[in-house]
């Protein structure tokens, strides 16, 4: 309940990049991945801290995910995977050329 608390208010704290007038940079990775940094190193006080905040999208099956790593302690990263609607992801404009099944 706690990571999942935590993570919507990671959510609900994430900077527009629009609004700034910057869009993250998509990163074409392997076999049909492409990545997307969005939120880097947002606390460095108690544990959790967030440590990235970044969608990852499979052009090949079609699947977008959002991901979450967190510090769990000092020696320890968590890293979460979840499945978003890619036609949401879509309207992100730097994401339109990419996600083309949608």
């Keep these: 309940m706690r990571k999942l608390m935590f993570s919507v208010l990671i959510l609900c704290l994430l900077p527009d990049a629009d609004a700034a007038g910057q869009s993250p940079d998509v990163k074409k990775m392997e076999n049909g991945f492409y990545r997307?940094?969005?939120?880097?190193?947002?606390?460095?006080?108690?544990?959790?801290?967030?440590?990235?905040f970044?969608?990852?999208?499979d052009s090949t099956a079609g699947i977008c995910y959002t991901s979450l790593s967190t510090m769990v302690n000092s020696d320890s990263v968590s890293t979460d995977l979840q499945v978003v609607?890619?036609?949401?992801?879509?309207?992100?404009?730097?994401?339109?050329?990419?996600?083309?099944w949608e």
């Design 36 to 52: 997307s940094e969005v939120l880097y190193g947002l606390t460095k006080g108690e544990m959790p801290s967030l440590l990235e």
């Design 54 to 57: 970044s969608y990852v999208v």
């Design 85 to 100: 609607p890619c036609k949401s992801l879509k309207k992100r404009p730097e994401w339109a050329n990419i996600i083309t």
